[in-house]
């Protein structure tokens, strides 16, 4: 038992040091849950509840810094609130084989375009919002909140690079406004699987601890470092991302 909270407690604060920088902590929190033996239905959970305390945390932190700009995230926090809700019921009755398909081919791009532009995301170039640009911020918001709650991976990713490439935000401010919105997600697909009995508190309540930890390390390194350190982890976490949707299409194939 010990030993088990041992092996998720680390990689838990691993995991939410990387998230807190540039998303993908995922990647790292639920497999150590299904390593320990959480079945499947209740390693969602229970990373959903761990998860859900370090976002808390990182979004306040980045938002007390200055980084957040809650003009427009206020707007698209009720968005991907509801469209959490309803990709997490949807998920329910529909398959998510077509969508890992094409997340594969979505978030594998992203990462090569973000290598291949050097200058992307590296110089705060946002210029003032417009009714147009929080329309399109709430529906991108609406529609990456149910994409989160209907499948996951790569949300992180996803959020940052919009705020890139249509406000021209840089990445740690790109980041501090993503994590906002993804800690929104993440709460409405918490309270349904806790609505269902879905959540081992005896492994999620260490795990949250020891996430909340490292979400304070990687929020305050990420602020201090700033882009520079931001971006070559958002293209390893992206391409990370892709080369395990990958390998699942290969076992399934």
Not at 168 to 192: E, R, V, W
């Amino acid at each position: 038992m010990w030993f088990n909270i041992t092996v998720i407690s680390v990689l838990g604060f691993l995991a939410a040091a990387v998230d807190a920088i540039a998303g993908g902590g995922g990647l790292i929190s639920l497999p150590a849950l299904l390593f320990v033996g959480v079945p499947p239905h209740m390693a969602l959970g229970t990373n959903k509840f761990a998860s859900t305390c370090a976002s808390l945390n990182s979004s306040v932190t980045y938002a007390r810094s200055g980084k957040t700009y809650l003009p427009l995230v206020k707007w698209q926090i009720i968005f991907t609130f509801f469209g959490a809700v309803l990709g997490v019921i949807s998920v329910l009755a529909l398959s998510s084989d077509f969508l890992n398909k094409a997340v594969l081919i979505m978030i594998l791009a992203v990462g090569i375009y973000t290598l291949a532009r050097k200058n992307l995301g590296m110089h705060d170039n946002f210029q003032g919002l417009t009714s147009r640009k929080i329309a399109i911020g709430c529906c991108f918001a609406l529609l990456l909140g149910f994409y989160d709650g209907f499948f996951g991976p790569g949300t992180g990713s996803f959020l940052i690079f919009c705020f890139i490439t249509i406000y021209g935000f840089d990445f740690l401010s790109a980041s501090a406004n993503a994590k906002a919105l993804n800690f929104t997600s993440n709460l409405a697909a918490l309270i349904l699987f806790a609505w269902n009995g879905k959540i081992v508190f005896s492994f999620g309540i260490p795990m949250a601890l020891a996430m909340i930890l490292g979400s304070v390390c990687g929020t305050k390194l990420a602020i201090k470092q700033g882009a520079k350190l931001v971006k070559p982890i958002f293209v390893t976490m992206s391409l990370l991302v892709a080369a395990k949707l990958g390998y699942q299409l290969f076992l399934n194939t």
